[in-house]
């Protein structure tokens, strides 16, 4: 799996051959958001801005890292 590609390519359709595709996400991304996803359903712990958050988000693109060499059999 390559990190980068997209997760949900989408077809232009407002293209008239419908060749070009738009990638609003890459796998790497869609997969650290399902991560911060997990933090924030944590009900025992207090949320706040600073640093603690960018922390919670430094720690979902490294557990996104680890699934996707877990996916590729590293």
Excluded: H, W
């Excluded at 991304?29 to 991560?35: D, N, S, T, W």
């Excluded at 924030?40 to 600073?50: A, I, L, Q, V």
């Amino acid at each position: 799996m390559n990190p980068n590609d997209p997760a949900f390519p989408v077809r232009d359709t407002k293209l008239e051959d419908q060749t070009e595709f738009r990638y609003p996400l890459t796998k790497r991304e869609y997969l650290a958001g399902l991560a911060m996803q997990g933090f924030c359903n944590d009900t025992s712990f207090e949320y706040s801005t600073g640093p603690c958050n960018s922390a919670l988000a430094e720690r979902a693109v490294l557990i996104a890292d680890a699934l996707i060499e877990a996916l590729n059999g590293k």
